[in-house]
């Protein structure tokens, strides 16, 4: 009998702590934001960054579009290539947080949760001088920890309004469509300029890439401007 408590206390336990607060970011829309705060601005914003070989093509042609963008970074990578996040600031993106590493969130204990957001918050603004203080928690799933921990250290997350797949190899004109279908006023893009992480598909991002002047365009055929995660919390 006293077993069956502690089984169901336990459970009880790892459902708030991982469940609940993934049900009320993802579904409910608490305590997190999917759409930038003004009306005719749209966010562009990459995750899993920054990779040697995409994330500089990928600048080459936000710079020729003449579009501002935000990349949450896995902050490994970002100490591995800093010029490469050098140049995004450079050319006007934003850096912002996606995680120390690419790990699920919701199994972490608070302290390798707060790793993942304030802590690696903290390491990017002390490398780069960056204020990072808007967080995308990796496959955008967060435990109880990351919910106490984000308010106290004046962070915020943002997670999207548009997702198409694209970690998986898509015909850009695919990608395009998709995009569009899902577009609407104040919405927030994530594509990915890495095939690092877990369940990403080989040479996808060079899809990504291709697709973008013509994201850009229906974006701006829609009348909308871009904006950065900063101004959207
Ligand atoms: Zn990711």
Same mark, same amino acid.
């Given at each position: 009998m006293i077993g069956w408590l502690v089984g169901l206390i336990v459970f009880c336990i790892l459902v708030a702590y991982c469940g609940v607060p993934v049900l009320w970011t993802r579904v409910f829309h608490l305590s997190s934001r999917r759409y930038t705060n003004k009306p005719g601005k749209v966010a562009l914003t990459f995750d899993d960054g920054p990779h040697p070989e995409y994330t500089p093509q990928l600048l080459d042609v936000l710079k020729s579009c003449g579009v501002r963008a935000t990349f949450f970074v896995i902050v490994d990578h970002a100490l591995k290539y800093p010029e490469i996040v050098e140049r995004?600031?450079?050319?006007?993106?934003?850096?912002?947080?996606?995680?120390?590493?690419?790990?699920f969130v919701?199994? !972490?204990?608070?302290?390798?949760t707060y790793r993942q957001s304030v802590? *690696?918050? /903290?390491?990017?603004?002390?490398?780069?001088?960056?204020?990072?203080?808007?967080?995308?928690?990796?496959?955008?799933?967060?435990?109880?920890?990351t919910l106490f921990l984000l308010p106290r250290h004046d962070m915020h997350m943002l997670l999207w309004s548009v997702m198409v797949?694209?970690?998986?190899?898509?015909?850009?004109?695919e990608l395009v469509r998709r995009v569009t279908d899902k577009l609407s006023d104040r919405a927030v893009i994530v594509l990915h300029d890495s095939d690092w992480s877990y369940g990403a598909e080989r040479g996808?991002? !060079?899809?990504v890439i291709a697709a973008i002047p013509?994201?850009?365009? *229906?974006? /701006?055929e829609r009348g909308c401007d871009f904006a950065l995660a900063s101004e959207c919390v």
């Open positions: 995004m600031m450079a050319e006007g993106h934003e850096v912002q947080v996606h995680g120390e590493r690419h790990l919701p199994f !972490l204990h608070p302290v390798l802590g *690696a918050s /903290r390491i990017l603004q002390q490398r780069f001088g960056v204020l990072a203080n808007v967080y995308r928690p990796t496959w955008g799933a967060c435990n109880l920890a797949g694209d970690w998986r190899r898509t015909e850009p004109g996808a991002p !060079l899809q013509e994201i850009v365009q *229906a974006v /701006r």
